[in-house]
């Protein structure tokens, strides 16, 4: 009877949890670049209570025998990288990426970062940065004075520089596409990093095969679908109902195994 | 002391192993392609001792498992690599000592070595092993179970099978298979739906049910240890010499 306490525990423990990740789901639906992340669940270990192939008499053996679930846990949570809304800006520097692929950003410790987030500016050098003052990597410089700043869908940026009506190309964005992207590791502010899980980046220019193209003035909204998270926040809510309608019906059968004899 | 009281306890026992399955089932309400446990696992012993005793017993024991192969309620998530079985079948899946063992999960993922395997971490079996997909693509799954990747090329098929005609059964490792221990042969009239999951088949309403009926027996069997007791304590008090 204890144990069925216990495994009735692990489904609350793994509704929770759900909840906690559609809740920050729900908190980041206006996050620029944000994925969502969905719960997987995993059934607990099986125990044996009755080996199948047991002989039950001479020349019978039990077919299929008798195992039974400890309980459910929370095996990983996941990123889901659809594409998300893209809304324009009419900011210069807001770019979206059509397609998989993703910023690389050089982190304050030098190491490299991936983002969705394209909602950049300049900084005091004149540096193409994140939102956060990180420089976006390869860094390009935008002179002071350039004006009538375009951005192709491959990621070239040009612009007329000190009233030359001459357009000069400054540089390239570059994309970073991995071969498993639900594998990177979310490390907060829209950033992710590399794991073994996600394999190597791979750098491309942006349009190229397999990589996506950026649209210059536009960003890409949160891929949070309410009504999606709403259904789920309902299962999640009834799930949770059931697992401690067990228990509290497992404690009735104690109390009355206690009390009544 | 009646011989009734160890009916009852055998009785209480199998109810909380029912209690526990139906725990286990409730826990896992939520995991994708999750097949329920049947709770009912009761047999019985008839135990009748000698030709002429007139106090037979018939003890509840430990019965066999069975399955619930319902299908579970669909629903549409769009990620291209949510599959759900279309049919009545399963997808072949590899456990852990290297058995190719059905499963009804389709929310696959690639993993780093760039094997298409499940949510439980469980490699995927196509008609040539394992599938491998290629880094730097985008992957899509056809209706027949093709795995595609952009540009067009077909890397492999997801491995469906139908329900094997002697029925399935439970591992010692939780796992689906077939009741005779084969592999079932591929059957092309298993499909999938792309973009879809398969939640797990537990009927709420039903394991409710079931385990208020748990608890009612549950406190019949208690009546009866008390029953058992009080009539114990009356044979007890004909013998006390009077005072």
Known sequence: MYEALHVAQTGLTAQNHRMAVISNNLANINTVGFKRDRANFDTLLYQTLKQPGAQTAQGAESPTGLFIGTGVSISSSEKLFNQGNVINTDNALDMAIDGPGFFQVTMPDGSTAYTRNGSFTRNQNGEVVTSNGYVVNPAIQIPADAANITIGRDGTISATVGGDSQVQQLGQIQVATFPNSAGLQPMGESFYRETVASGAPLQANPGDAGAGKLLQGSLESSNVNVVEELVNMIETQRAYELNSKAISNIDAMMRNLTQST | ?243
Do not use: C
Request: aromatic fraction near 2%.
């Open chain 2, 1 to 243: 002391m009646d011989k009734l009281i160890h009916v009852a306890l055998s009785s209480l026992r199998q109810a909380e192993i029912s209690q526990r399955v139906v725990a286990a089932n409730l826990a896992n309400a939520e995991t994708v392609g999750y097949r329920a446990d049947n709770a009912r696992g009761f047999s019985s012993v008839y135990l009748n001792q000698g030709q002429d005793s007139l106090e037979p017993r018939v003890f509840a024991t430990t019965g066999e498992q069975t399955i619930n192969t319902e299908s579970g309620g669909l629903s549409m998530t769009g990620r291209d690599l949510d599959v759900a079985v279309n049919g009545d079948g399963y997808l072949l899946v590899e456990a852990s000592d290297g058995k190719s063992v059905l499963s009804r999960r389709g929310d696959l993922r690639v993993s780093a070595a760039g094997v298409l395997e499940n949510g439980s971490g469980q490699p995927l079996v196509g008609d040539a092993g394992r599938i491998q997909i290629p880094p730097n693509r985008a992957i899509s799954i056809g209706s027949d179970g093709t795995v595609r990747i952009t540009p067009p090329v077909v890397v492999g098929r997801l491995g469906l099978v139908g329900t094997p005609a002697a029925g399935v059964k439970r591992r010692a490792d939780g796992n689906i298979e077939a009741a005779d221990g084969n592999t079932p042969a591929f059957d092309p009239a298993i499909g999938v739906v792309a973009g879809a999951l398969e939640k797990s088949n537990v009927n709420s309403v039903e394991v409710l049910t079931g385990m208020v009926e748990l608890s009612r027996m549950y406190e019949a069997q208690t009546k009866l240890l008390k029953i058992a007791t009080t009539l114990d304590e009356s044979s007890a008090s004909l013998m006390r010499i009077p005072e």
